[in-house]
């Protein structure tokens, strides 16, 4: 967005600054024109009057010395024209001269009116638009001469190109757009960057209102809605928290009941059935925290993390083997990462057997595939699975479907780090977990 804000104000100036020029140019040419035509006029008088009352004899020597300019007076054989209309130019010379000298304008255009003209840097060569024509002169004796005005001769080249002369305004324009987009563009990026900090975490420092009244308004806003948004994930954390806890004691009374169970198959259907609910009870607690965001965030080392986590899931009998390292740091929350980790293991463990941890390095960030030995999941529910207490299977026995709550917990603490879990089917069978975190960089 600074580029093209920055190109459009570029643009839009230099656009604006050339037509200017232009137009400049031109009502400057036509100035020229005008002042060319008036001295034209004034020096055409001055040579006709001053070799009409000379005599015939003088006469010859006055022409050859002031005929050197644009306009010439000059003897001829011609008779005088007087067909053709008389020009504006010579309307007004034969108002100038009087009754007494006759003026008539010729068919012939002298050469030098169609030579291009030299143009400068911006233009290219045009025509001379003013005055050029030649005309017959009775002088109050009767002799005839001829009157040719030309064009004024080219200017000498510039020492110095327009394109260097402009070069100084180019730049204040560039250094002017560049500091307008930095201004339009800085609160922008403040808010964007607020909105991905928000993101990744729920309780990071509000915005600081700053800047225009416009700005400070659109943070105001901002800000107000990350509180409602805390506020609302606390009520309904803290909400399935103070159910899920509430039930542990009902549920405890009951189990210490059931001892006095004197039916064997009877107490033991009770306790399976009362060991899924405190299992879904704790589960519900997990889910709760995960969507706590109250752990302090910090650095991680990623490859130790995965380390002690497929470490303790050996070490409680389960088939994981872990493979590659990252040899990066991750920001996060410990408790929350590594239960995000055991999750997605466990879930491989008990639904595919094993889990095979691969781990590599992406450019800012880590890729973790955990693959199992499943029958994997059908592709019109690999969605669902993530909704909370969705299971493939009907049954809620936890030996088969468990709660449905592990995959919705793990996402959830990947999702407040800025990364992601996705789920795929293996070519070889069996399902694969990818699990893509962000770098952490110490400068950010």
Known sequence: ??????????????????????????????AIERYRDFHALERAEQLITTAD???????????????????????????????????????????????????GPLAERPLECDEPRKGRDFFAPTQWKGTCETMTVQLTDGEIMKLSVLPPRSPPPAQHSEWLAMLPFLLSIAGLAYLVTRMTVRPLRTLAQAAKDLGNDINHPPVVLSGAAEIRQASAAFNAMQARIRQHIQQRTEMLAAITHDLQTPLTRMRLRLEKVHDEELQQRLIDDLSAMQQMVKEG?????????????Q????????????????????SVELRGRAAMALMGRPLAIRRCLMNLIDNAVKYGHYAHVSVERLVGAAR??????????????MARVFEPFYRVESSRSRASGGTGLGLTIARNIAEQHGGSVVLANHAEGGLEVTLVVPEYYAGR
Request: charged share 20%.
């Open 299 to 318: 650095a991680l080392d990623l490859d130790a993390l995965l380390d002690s986590v497929c470490s303790d899931a050996t070490d409680v009998g389960q």
């Open 285 to 297: 607690l997990d889910l709760a925290r995960s969507m706590d965001s109250t752990e302090t965030m």
């Open 1 to 30: 967005m600074t580029g093209r804000v920055f190109l459009v104000l570029l643009l839009g100036i230099v656009a604006s600054a050339a037509l200017t020029q232009w137009l400049a140019v031109g009502e400057r040419t036509r």
């Open 53 to 103: 009352v000379l005599p015939a004899a003088s006469r010859p020597t006055y022409l050859r010395v002031a005929g050197r300019g644009t306009v010439k007076l000059e003897r001829t054989d011609l008779a005088m024209a007087k067909a053709l209309p008389p020009s504006d130019f010579s309307a007004l010379l034969q108002q100038r001269v009087g009754p007494t000298i006759s003026l």
């Open 368 to 381: 973790i595939r955990i693959r199992d030995g499943g029958p994997g999941i059908d592709q019109d529910q």
